[in-house]
Nanobody, 127 residues
Framework: EVQLVESGGGLVQAGGSLRLSCVVS????????IGWFRQAPGKEREGLSC????????YYADSVKGRFTISSDNLKNTVYLQMNSLKPEDTAVYYC????????????????????WGKGTLVTVSS
Protein backbone atom coordinates (compact mmCIF):
# COMPACT_ATOMS: atom_id res chain seq x y z
CA GLU A 1 0.00 0.00 0.00
CA VAL A 2 1.06 3.56 -0.61
CA GLN A 3 2.21 5.26 2.56
CA LEU A 4 3.20 8.86 3.10
CA VAL A 5 4.87 10.24 6.20
CA GLU A 6 5.33 13.96 6.78
CA SER A 7 7.90 15.53 9.06
CA GLY A 8 9.48 18.89 9.74
CA GLY A 9 6.62 20.78 11.36
CA GLY A 10 7.05 22.81 14.49
CA LEU A 11 6.90 26.26 16.01
CA VAL A 12 8.51 29.13 14.15
CA GLN A 13 8.38 32.91 14.38
CA ALA A 14 6.83 35.02 11.66
CA GLY A 15 9.34 35.60 8.91
CA GLY A 16 11.10 32.34 9.62
CA SER A 17 11.46 29.21 7.54
CA LEU A 18 10.71 25.51 7.75
CA ARG A 19 11.26 22.61 5.41
CA LEU A 20 8.69 19.84 5.39
CA SER A 21 9.48 16.36 4.11
CA CYS A 22 7.19 13.67 2.75
CA VAL A 23 8.61 10.17 2.44
CA VAL A 24 6.65 7.94 0.06
CA SER A 25 6.71 4.15 0.14
CA UNK A 26 4.69 1.17 -1.05
CA UNK A 27 4.43 2.12 -4.69
CA UNK A 28 6.51 3.28 -7.60
CA UNK A 29 7.42 6.85 -6.81
CA UNK A 30 7.60 7.82 -10.47
CA UNK A 31 3.91 6.99 -10.99
CA UNK A 32 2.67 9.41 -8.35
CA UNK A 33 2.02 13.11 -8.40
CA ILE A 34 2.59 14.52 -4.92
CA GLY A 35 0.82 17.51 -3.45
CA TRP A 36 1.04 19.54 -0.27
CA PHE A 37 -2.13 20.67 1.49
CA ARG A 38 -3.00 22.37 4.74
CA GLN A 39 -6.00 22.69 6.98
CA ALA A 40 -6.56 25.15 9.79
CA PRO A 41 -9.29 24.61 12.41
CA GLY A 42 -12.71 25.47 11.02
CA LYS A 43 -11.42 25.89 7.48
CA GLU A 44 -11.45 23.73 4.40
CA ARG A 45 -8.39 21.82 3.34
CA GLU A 46 -6.57 23.74 0.64
CA GLY A 47 -4.04 22.74 -1.96
CA LEU A 48 -0.72 24.58 -1.76
CA SER A 49 1.60 23.00 -4.27
CA CYS A 50 2.13 19.86 -6.30
CA UNK A 51 4.69 18.26 -8.56
CA UNK A 52 4.00 16.08 -11.57
CA UNK A 53 5.72 12.75 -12.15
CA UNK A 54 5.05 13.04 -15.86
CA UNK A 55 6.94 16.20 -16.70
CA UNK A 56 8.26 17.48 -13.36
CA UNK A 57 6.15 20.61 -13.58
CA UNK A 58 5.28 22.37 -10.34
CA TYR A 59 2.20 24.37 -9.41
CA TYR A 60 1.43 26.73 -6.55
CA ALA A 61 -1.51 28.41 -4.92
CA ASP A 62 -1.44 32.19 -5.09
CA SER A 63 -1.25 32.40 -1.31
CA VAL A 64 2.17 30.72 -1.21
CA LYS A 65 3.65 31.52 -4.60
CA GLY A 66 7.05 33.13 -4.18
CA ARG A 67 7.37 31.93 -0.58
CA PHE A 68 7.04 28.13 -0.82
CA THR A 69 8.99 25.80 -3.08
CA ILE A 70 8.23 22.16 -3.81
CA SER A 71 10.98 19.79 -4.86
CA SER A 72 11.68 16.07 -5.01
CA ASP A 73 14.55 13.71 -4.49
CA ASN A 74 13.70 10.62 -6.49
CA LEU A 75 16.54 8.57 -5.05
CA LYS A 76 15.11 9.08 -1.56
CA ASN A 77 11.43 8.87 -2.58
CA THR A 78 10.96 12.18 -0.82
CA VAL A 79 9.15 15.39 -1.65
CA TYR A 80 9.95 18.61 0.17
CA LEU A 81 8.16 21.85 0.82
CA GLN A 82 10.49 24.70 1.63
CA MET A 83 8.51 27.41 3.39
CA ASN A 84 10.02 30.88 3.71
CA SER A 85 8.70 34.19 5.01
CA LEU A 86 6.13 32.39 7.12
CA LYS A 87 3.10 34.28 8.37
CA PRO A 88 0.75 33.57 11.29
CA GLU A 89 -1.98 32.73 8.78
CA ASP A 90 0.18 29.85 7.58
CA THR A 91 -0.53 28.06 10.87
CA ALA A 92 -2.21 24.75 10.04
CA VAL A 93 -1.75 21.02 9.84
CA TYR A 94 0.18 20.30 6.67
CA TYR A 95 -0.43 17.13 4.70
CA CYS A 96 1.20 15.48 1.75
CA UNK A 97 -0.91 13.36 -0.55
CA UNK A 98 -0.40 11.19 -3.62
CA UNK A 99 -2.33 10.86 -6.84
CA UNK A 100 -1.96 8.10 -9.40
CA UNK A 101 -1.02 10.24 -12.35
CA UNK A 102 -2.75 8.43 -15.19
CA UNK A 103 -2.78 11.73 -17.03
CA UNK A 104 -0.59 14.76 -16.57
CA UNK A 105 -2.13 16.93 -13.87
CA UNK A 106 -1.45 20.21 -15.65
CA UNK A 107 -2.51 22.39 -12.72
CA UNK A 108 -2.79 22.56 -8.95
CA UNK A 109 -4.69 19.52 -7.67
CA UNK A 110 -7.64 19.51 -5.28
CA UNK A 111 -8.02 17.46 -2.09
CA UNK A 112 -10.74 15.35 -3.71
CA UNK A 113 -8.32 14.36 -6.46
CA UNK A 114 -5.89 12.62 -4.14
CA UNK A 115 -5.76 8.86 -3.58
CA UNK A 116 -3.55 8.59 -0.49
CA TRP A 117 -2.84 10.89 2.44
CA GLY A 118 -0.29 11.25 5.17
CA LYS A 119 -1.30 11.93 8.76
CA GLY A 120 -0.08 15.52 8.76
CA THR A 121 2.44 17.64 10.62
CA LEU A 122 1.56 20.75 12.59
CA VAL A 123 3.09 24.09 11.68
CA THR A 124 2.58 26.96 14.10
CA VAL A 125 3.76 30.45 13.19
CA SER A 126 3.87 32.96 16.02
CA SER A 127 3.70 36.72 15.58
Amino acid sequence: EVQLVESGGGLVQAGGSLRLSCVVSGFTFDDLAIGWFRQAPGKEREGLSCISSTDGATYYADSVKGRFTISSDNLKNTVYLQMNSLKPEDTAVYYCAALFEYATIGSLVKPSDMDYWGKGTLVTVSS
